[in-house]
């Protein structure tokens, strides 16, 4: 099953709430005139907040964020876990294949 992380930059938003009209179970009314997005969690190093979504959310949240006027919420598919294919990023991983026996080092 697919994930999704939706990444929404609070500070662009102008509040227009079509975000909350599209996904009310995300997205709510803030007395500040923003929209809060329930369950994320701020990202002090990007400035935004971020949830990781199931595929089951992700078309309410897709809708969220195409009737944005400001593109505040965006959304990118993550990488499937039962993929077995390596990918950039995968470096803590165990290399698949052993390393040559010919590689010598020598102190001098």
């Known amino acids: ?3 999704y992380k939706i990444i929404y930059d609070r500070e662009a938003c102008i ?9 009310s179970d995300f997205w709510v009314y803030n007395e ?3 929209a809060d997005f329930k369950g994320a969690t701020y990202n002090a190093l990007t400035k935004r ?3 990781i979504i199931d595929e ?3 078309d309410d949240n897709q809708a969220a964020a195409e009737v944005c ?3 505040a919420i965006v959304i990118e598919k ?10 950039m990023g995968d ?8 390393p040559s026996d010919d590689l010598h080092f020598t102190e001098e």
Not at 91 to 98: L, Y
């Open 49 to 51: 907040w971020e949830l």
């Open 69 to 71: 006027p400001v593109f």
């Open 1 to 3: 099953m697919s994930k």
């Open 91 to 98: 470096w803590k991983k165990e290399p698949t294949t052993p």
């Open 32 to 34: 500040d005139g923003k």
């Open 15 to 23: 509040g227009s709430f079509a975000c909350a009209a599209a996904a």
């Open 56 to 58: 089951e959310d992700h």
């Open 78 to 87: 993550l990488p499937d876990t039962d993929d077995k294919t390596p990918h």
